[in-house]
């Protein structure tokens, strides 16, 4: 195929080349709300039960911020607003259930996430994530870089890890509530920073 002919069929798959997917779902306000550079994929709202637990720079494997897969982002982050979800990672055992840039929405979290990674179980075993994702398992990216006091990261995931399942929506409309968008944990304010918008924990 010649190149050109490529670039416009890409071209077709987005509105007016802006970085939005055509959607599957109607029109509305919500919709029509959106930044044209929003990431939009198809919207087909499904609420299932999955594990979540989470991971940041200190047990990332190898530590850092290097995802699998980019989509949106180059390496790991987001903010959990629909227009800008942060990466999760699941097992690739999951890859055609939940493609790479799949949305999701954790409900207890009230935010939003895409997929870009994919879960190790070779990771340290300090994190609530560190042993792999097996079945409908999604570990969210919670932040952290080389300047946080790992200790405080790790105790951040494991206070925000649910012992059960929850509800997770999969392929998510962009009118659900958000909220404390941006970096789940922060290392402001010092000493321990601040976990999910509240003072890290203890």
């Known amino acids: 195929m010649r190149p050109?002919?490529?670039?416009?069929?890409v071209c077709?798959?987005?509105?007016?080349c802006g970085g939005r997917l055509l959607p599957s779902a109607p029109t509305g306000a919500a919709w029509d709300a959106l930044p044209n550079a929003c990431y939009v994929t198809t919207i087909a709202p499904k609420t299932v039960k999955a594990r979540i637990t989470f991971y940041g720079w200190p047990d990332n494997t190898p530590p850092g911020n290097a995802i699998a897969h980019p989509v949106i982002h180059q390496v790991a982050g987001g903010d959990g607003t629909y227009c800008n979800p942060t990466t999760f990672a699941t097992e690739n055992a999951n890859n055609k259930r939940i493609p790479y840039g799949t949305k999701i929405y954790v409900?207890?979290?009230k935010q939003?996430?895409?997929r870009e990674d994919q879960c190790a179980p070779s990771g340290p075993s300090s994190g609530s994530g560190s042993n792999g994702c097996t079945k409908l398992w999604f570990d969210l990216w919670i932040g952290g870089n080389a300047h946080s006091n790992f200790d405080d990261v790790i105790d951040c995931e494991i206070a925000l890890t649910k012992s059960t399942d929850v509800s997770v929506v999969l392929d998510p409309g962009p009118d659900l509530p958000v909220a404390?968008?941006?970096p789940i944990y922060r290392n402001s304010?010092?000493?321990k920073?601040?976990?999910d918008g509240k003072p890290s924990p203890v």
Request: with cysteine; glycine share 8%; net charge neutral.
């Open 193 to 195: 920073g601040t976990c």
């Open 12 to 16: 077709l798959a987005l509105t007016a």
């Open 107 to 109: 409900s207890y979290m």
């Open 189 to 191: 304010p010092t000493p």
């Open 180 to 182: 404390n968008s941006g």
């Open 4 to 9: 050109w002919i490529a670039a416009a069929l």
């Open 112 to 114: 939003y996430f895409i």
